[in-house]
């Protein structure tokens, strides 16, 4: 008996069914927090192990059945987990290194971007949410020559008082030349508002850029200037439109320089998409493929869909 109790099987059996046990527990458990709706439903809840601070560090013992090393590890807690924060109007991803949001994303239709709600009332502030090690503020911005460049635009959300309130939040604010801010990225924010009446739902998903550059050494640099803190001054800003309609899909991806631009269309703006997450390290439409929604992808150069196009990324001119 004592041999069955001690076998390699046995004990195996017993993990089994105590695991199995405990994940029905935690997945019955995380329901009670699961939204009904909206773009969450789609981001993985984490559980994160606690413990308590002034408990003693125990040595590993070998031989033992006890958990892993790697959950040992993080006894005290992860150094860092992705800081997405849901919003009344808009869902974010903040990079702490740099102090501004790596996307942004929120969904635009005909009734969001009408309403009563006034900019006057709104102020910028910075985010609590985010360690003050981490955060940006208004001084950090004041005298930079730079404007608080919204990446969720206040005017999308006149809906609700709530809603424009909080893309005032520096967690989703990027430095931005002032005459780009004020021309052209508030032309292509009008432009995408102008698209709910032709699409049931928009989804606009929108970040900063760090591009190379060839220096006269022939190296690739990446170069950004940074304000106080330092908040990071990105190179470039991306921004991807999903227009959605009847079950199908269409995406707009469009890049510019953080610099004075010219007077341009929006189509003469158009990024190409794989490009475009090439460079920024983000999948914008991930969840597409895995359905059966028909998706058309608008690229630069062509006035009609596309869906099979070799994009390539110029390294050296930073051409998408």
Known sequence: MQRLFCSRWFISGVSLAVGAGAGVALSGGLSLFRPEGGVLQRI????????????????????????????????????????????????????????????????????????????????????????????????????????????????????????MDDTFYLSNVAPQNPHMNQNAWNNLEKYRRALTKHYTNVYVCSGPLYLPRQEPDGKMYVKYQVLERPVAVPTHSSRCNSGEKLGEVELRQYVMPNATVERRSARALLGAHRGIERASGLMFVPNIQRGPTVCRLLMPGTLSPSIHTRVKYNMKTCEL
């Open 44 to 163: 993985p809840v984490i559980p994160i192990p606690s413990v308590n601070a002034a408990s003693e560090i125990v040595p590993y013992p070998h031989g033992q059945l006890t958990p892993s090393k790697s959950t040992a590890a993080v006894k005290y807690g992860f150094p860092s987990l992705s800081q997405i924060k849901s919003r009344e109007s808009y869902v974010t991803c903040y990079d702490p290194r740099i102090r501004t949001p790596a996307w942004v994303i929120e969904q635009l239709s005909a009734e969001t971007v009408r309403g009563t709600s006034e900019r006057k009332l709104c102020d910028f502030k910075e985010d609590e949410s985010v360690h003050v090690y981490h955060r940006a503020t208004n001084s950090d911005y004041k005298g930079s020559g730079f404007d608080r460049g919204h990446l969720a635009a206040a005017a999308n959300h006149k809906w609700n008082q709530k809603a």
